[in-house]
């Protein structure tokens, strides 16, 4: 569905590093909406709420502490496939393994420090959406651009 919508995060070094503008752009022109855009420091709660999935792997931890250590861009962002889609411009959790022109294919080099986030599958993405934004801050707006998008 064209309202299919997928939350996706800048991480601290993401941030530290220059790169929302980039990757902000990157959803833009490939034809997603914005429906949400935040920069935010969430609490060591949150994040492992967040990351609940991964509690008990080895690197559990440092994924904590690299997440707390600096402001996060957190976004929602709406359209076709947007959760499958967003995966693969995000490209693969080890950036030495994601191609060249994915974001952190283009961007990172380190699995820990792979500058971005981005829901695995819509359950996920409902989920992480109502953890990270309040209702009121799902925007509802028309993008006239859409009909140029969607044929
Ligand atoms: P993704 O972010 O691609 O969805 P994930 O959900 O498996 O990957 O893991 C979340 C984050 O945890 C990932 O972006 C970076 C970190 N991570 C995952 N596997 C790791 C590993 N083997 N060593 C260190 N950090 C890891
Ligand atoms: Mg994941």
């Known amino acids: 569905s064209t309202t299919e919508r997928t939350f996706i995060a800048v991480k601290p070094d993401g941030v530290q590093r220059g790169l929302v503008g980039e990757i902000i752009a990157r959803f833009e022109k490939r034809g997603y909406k ?7 420091s969430p609490t060591k709660d949150h994040l492992e709420t967040h990351y609940e999935d991964l509690k008990g792997k080895p690197f559990f931890p440092s994924l904590i502490s690299y997440m707390l250590s600096g402001p996060i861009a957190a976004m929602v962002w709406e359209g076709l496939d947007a959760v499958k889609t967003g995966r693969a411009m995000l490209g693969a959790t080890n950036p030495l393994a994601s191609a ?12 820990g420090r792979n ?7 819509v359950e996920s993405a409902n989920k992480e ?19 140029l998008i969607y044929e």
């Open 129 to 147: 959406i109502s953890h990270w934004f309040t209702e009121n801050e799902l925007n509802k707006y028309n993008n006239p651009l859409q009909s």
């Open 115 to 121: 500058i971005c986030h981005g829901s695995d599958s």
């Open 34 to 40: 914005l429906i949400a855009l935040k920069l935010v």
């Open 100 to 111: 060249i022109g994915t974001i952190r294919g283009d961007y990172a080099i380190q699995t």
